[in-house]
């Protein structure tokens, strides 16, 4: 079974552009959460979609969005870069039901925001 | 955000030796609590998890122990390689929300 999967690996913008992100899950997980990972910060949950609804948000400011679509493919879009985005963005799927909790993660998006 | 507390930053343990990584959470409506391992480059991968109706779960070389009382659990890794050199995060969430709540991370180093 094929893993998560996360396009492109590495991006590089500057101050102001927009950038997205795209995952693509685990076949049969309806679930897919994304994360930003520092140095500084850690892990830090973004948002979670699931049937195409976000269901789940963190503490992210509304540059930050996200979108699935019905085949449970998820983008994330980040608008007006600023330095302290530059992060590897983490997508992870999983199940719905008793092991939803089970996340799977991608390999990550490096950006680098110059 | 953080909610969960992981120590030590780092740890050195020689081979065949035992790993122990500690994790403290506040919140008392947790009720998953995965350990991911990550390599350079590489996304986190999920290596054991326990819920809070067991105090111990074990999968090979790797236990998890869990204090329900004193909110805190643990990951530990027998006989420790140099293969398991990586970084490694505790985490919590909530059943049915995948709001995951992620330790600091440990950087391992397993000296041969």
């Known amino acids: 079974k094929a893993g998560v999967t996360q396009t492109p690996r590495y991006l590089i913008k500057t101050r102001g552009q927009q950038v997205t992100l795209s995952c693509s899950p685990i076949?049969?997980?309806?679930?897919v959460s994304w994360y930003q990972q520092t140095p500084g910060q850690g892990l830090q949950f973004l948002f979670e979609?699931?049937?195409?609804?976000?269901?789940n948000k963190g503490n992210f400011p509304g540059r930050f969005s996200g979108r699935q679509f019905s085949n449970s493919r998820s983008e994330m879009n980040v608008s007006t870069l600023e330095l302290g985005d530059s992060a590897l963005y983490l997508c992870a799927s999983s199940l719905q039901g008793a092991w939803a909790n089970e996340q799977f993660f991608g390999p990550g998006t490096r950006l680098t925001v110059l | 955000q953080q909610q969960v507390k992981q120590s030590p930053q780092s740890l050195i343990v020689q081979k065949g030796g035992i790993s122990i990584i500690n994790c403290a959470y506040e919140n008392t409506a947790f009720d998953y609590f995965p350990w991911y391992q990550q390599f350079p480059g590489k996304g986190p991968a999920l290596l054991i998890a326990?819920?809070?109706?067991?105090s111990e779960k074990k999968e090979g070389r790797f236990t998890i122990s869990f204090n329900k009382s004193a909110k805190q659990f643990s990951l530990h890794i027998m006989d420790s390689q140099p293969g398991d050199s990586a970084t490694y995060f505790c985490a919590a969430s909530i059943s049915n929300n995948n709001d995951m709540r992620f330790g600091a991370g440990t950087r391992l180093t397993v000296k041969p």
């Open positions: 076949s049969g997980h309806r679930s």
């Open positions: 326990i819920r809070p109706d067991v």
């Open positions: 979609y699931f049937s195409e609804t976000q269901r």
